[in-house]
Each structure stands twice: as structure tokens, then as C-alpha cells.
């Protein structure tokens, strides 16, 4: 079975806290690079007491252009990466776990695989997903939303890629700032020949929201990545179909919930409506 080194990549934006238990966790097993989107000496002074290599990226660049960042500094190195969040925690133990999955006979083809995620309270997250098409947007807009799919991704706050996908794939696109880049670049592998993964023996802990603590903002940035990736893979009038189909599915439960889903149904309608990118750019920071 293959014993490569992993390289662990993490992409930071302010959340000193965080990184520091995420990089304490890993106990300096295996070497870390932070790319830091915040320029922040807390963040720089947690890296070096972990033994990370630092990098500041100067502005606030987007975690798919940090990751091609550290991804350009490792491209001649015979290892595979795996990308974590500041807010995602795995012991080095899970990481072999992990890397031993990824290498495991008959799994040549697996470009990336990631843990189970378990986060606050416990709650199980799920982690595999069926890509974003407009077909499927219009099967949840009437309730036939967990349908299965044939080509799924895997999410990315805990995922470890091959090297030779990572060669054969390319970087992550940077047109995606926060979110959906890790679909993208699954998408693009499948495209190739390689699959994803969920290796069930390993479980990390998932905060979440360490990008921000605005939960609006977030539901900007996330549907406004969704955009971005449907208009590459389906084209101008495949974003219609779905855009049409997200307002129709959010007025429907509008309509039908009460309280704060009904609120929170509201909000989408009014998203989709305005454009979720023109939204996420009247508050870009």
C-alpha cells in the first residue's frame, strides 16, 4: 500500500482560535502550510507555534485562490494534500486513516476522499452530494429534492486529494470565492476518469461558519458560488431554468411553513430574485 506523504493545506481568515485547535490536533505529524487571506499576526503567531509554514496572500483573495497558492508551492513535491478548515478537527491517527483509504487497492481511480463530519452537539453532516444541476433544482422545487444521483462530490472542510489527480485535474477555478470550488474541481475530475469518496471509519469535527458570523453573508456567498457553477457547467439558460425553479421552490414554502422557515424561505425567494452573485457583491469585503 502506498505511504506518500500528506501535506495539509489551510486556508485562514482571522478565527486564530480556531486554527489553533485544528493545528494542534494534527501534533506537527504532518507538515502544514496556512495560507492566510486576513494578513493577521494571531493567525501568523498560532502558525509558528505549530511548526506550520506560513503564507501571507496579502488581501482577502478567496479560499479556491489560496488553496492554488500552497498547490503551486507543493507541485513538485510526491505528496498528496489535504485541504482543511480552520474550523475542521482530525488527529494525525485519522489522517493515516484517511490516506490508507485513498491508497487501498482497487481505489486507483478515488481523486478524493473525505471523512465523516460530525458537528456541534454531535449532529452527523452529511458529506456527499449530488452535483447542482437545473433538473435537480426543479425535482426540490417540488419536494423530490433527495432523489439519488448517479455522480456525487464530497464536501470539502476535511478532504484529502491524490496527487496524481491533483497533476492530471489542474488547480481549483478561482472564479469561486467561497464555496462550490470543491464541487467544481470534482466535477472536472470525474470528467477525467476519477470518483470521490466517503471513508466511514473516519469521523472530524466540523464547527462551521468560521468564514464569517454573519449568517446572511453566508447564504449570499453560498448561492452566489451555486450561480457561478451552474453558469460554467450549464450554460446562461440552464442558470435560468434553476434560478427559476429555486424562486419557485422557496414561494411555494413560503406559502406552506410558518415561523421562521416561512422567514427563511422568504429570504431565498428574495435572493434569487435580486441574483444571488449581485447580492454576495454589494457585500463583498
Known amino acids: 500500500m502506498n505511504e506518500r506523504a500528506v501535506h495539509a493545506v489551510v486556508v485562514a481568515y482571522r478565527t486564530p482560535e480556531q486554527l489553533d485547535r485544528c493545528l494542534a490536533r494534527l501534533e506537527r505529524w504532518s507538515p502544514v502550510t496556512v495560507v492566510d487571506n486576513s494578513s493577521s499576526a494571531a493567525v501568523q503567531e498560532v502558525a509558528a507555534r505549530h511548526g506550520a509554514m506560513y503564507t501571507d496572500s496579502g488581501r482577502n483573495i478567496g479560499f479556491a485562490a489560496a488553496v492554488n497558492v500552497a498547490l503551486e508551492r507543493l507541485a513538485k513535491a510526491d505528496c498528496d494534500v489535504l485541504l482543511l478548515n480552520p474550523d475542521a478537527v482530525i488527529g494525525r491517527g485519522d489522517v493515516r486513516r484517511l490516506a490508507r483509504h485513498l491508497h487501498h487497492p482497487g481505489n486507483e481511480r478515488v481523486a478524493a476522499v473525505a471523512p465523516r463530519l460530525r458537528g456541534e452537539g454531535g449532529r452527523e453532516e452529511r458529506v456527499g452530494w449530488p452535483f447542482p444541476t437545473p433538473i435537480r433544482m426543479c425535482a426540490e422545487a417540488v419536494g423530490l429534492g433527495r432523489l439519488p444521483a448517479r455522480r456525487r462530490f464530497v464536501t470539502g472542510a476535511v478532504l484529502l486529494l491524490r496527487r496524481e489527480a491533483i497533476d492530471d485535474v489542474g488547480p481549483f477555478d478561482e472564479r469561486f470565492f467561497l464555496y462550490a470550488e470543491e464541487a467544481d474541481w470534482q466535477r472536472r475530475a470525474y470528467a477525467r476518469g476519477w470518483t470521490s469518496a466517503v471513508c466511514t471509519d473516519v469521523v472530524a469535527e466540523h464547527a462551521g461558519a468560521a468564514s464569517s458570523t454573519d449568517p446572511r453573508r453566508r447564504e449570499a456567498l453560498f448561492h452566489a458560488a451555486q450561480e ?24 411555494g414554502r413560503a406559502i406552506v411553513l410558518r415561523r421562521e422557515r416561512r422567514r427563511a424561505a422568504v429570504a431565498r425567494l428574495l435572493l434569487y430574485l435580486e441574483g444571488p452573485r449581485r447580492r454576495a457583491a454589494l457585500g463583498q469585503d
Open 228 to 251: 457561478t457553477y451552474v453558469r460554467k457547467w450549464h450554460g446562461a439558460s440552464g442558470w435560468w431554468l434553476y434560478r427559476a425553479a429555486a424562486c419557485t421552490g422557496a414561494a
